[in-house]
């Protein structure tokens, strides 16, 4: 059964540059796109982009200024890298893989708070 | 894109029925039949409980099901439990190549 482990920073300053990574252990890294999805304190999910195995990326047009997701397939890793943070990305950050129109399964989830 | 309209919360006793609407527009849940539902509990990743309207993964109870006319999609919730308080979210694929959830719908089990 595959699990999704994910790493990294959950506190920064504004202007600061926000990295996640998710590892996927226990299955098939090949043939999904791998996404990320926050979820702002007390409010909804967000769709915020997604890779596949080759590399090949989607961002939501809001972010595509600020945002770079990348995979190490050697690794079994995806990264999420999200510059110039403000109060407003303040969020539950998730991995998910997405298996064709749907996410499953879903990372632990990581809490990223931007305050000065 | 803006996010699906789910209301902010729904209730109902052990054993009842409840149903969740999720509303959307004819460039995502009217467009294609690829939505999906997630139950979460508090300080819990989202669970898939639904995808493409009406399929059911394996392990998820069969009093979970799901539907859509239109632009609305809807998750109906049989013999009510406890263990089914939680938030659910619908989400849809959209005509921009993009992914868009809703706001999210708190269910209290009485």
């Known amino acids: 059964q595959v699990q999704l482990l994910q790493r990294g920073a959950g506190l920064l300053k504004p202007s600061e540059t926000l990295s996640l990574n998710c590892g996927i252990y226990g299955g098939s890294f090949s043939g999904y796109y791998w996404s990320w999805i926050r979820q702002p304190p007390g409010k909804g999910l967000e769709w915020i982009g997604e890779?596949?195995?080759?590399?090949?990326?989607d961002y939501t047009p809001s972010l595509k200024s600020r945002i770079t997701i990348s995979v190490d397939t050697s690794m079994n890793q995806v990264s999420l890298r999200l510059t110039s943070v403000t109060a407003a990305d303040t969020a539950v950050y998730y991995c998910?893989?997405?298996?064709?129109?749907?996410?499953?399964?879903w990372g632990q989830g990581t809490q990223v708070t931007v305050s000065s | 894109q803006s996010a699906l309209t789910q209301p902010a919360s729904v209730s109902g006793s052990p054993g009842q029925s409840i149903t969740i609407s999720c509303t959307g527009t004819s460039s995502d849940v009217g467009a294609y039949n690829y939505v999906s539902w997630y139950q979460q509990h508090p300080g819990k990743a989202p669970k898939l409980i639904i995808y493409e309207v009406s399929d059911r993964p394996s392990g998820v109870s069969y009093r979970f099901s799901g539907s859509k006319s239109g632009n609305t999609a809807s998750l109906t919730i049989s013999g009510l439990q406890a263990e089914d308080e939680a938030d659910y979210y619908c989400g849809s694929y959209t005509s921009s190549l993009t992914w868009v959830f809703g706001g999210g719908t708190k269910l209290t089990v009485l």
């Open positions: 890779i596949n195995q080759s590399g090949g990326t």
């Open positions: 998910a893989r997405r298996t064709a129109k749907w996410f499953d399964p």
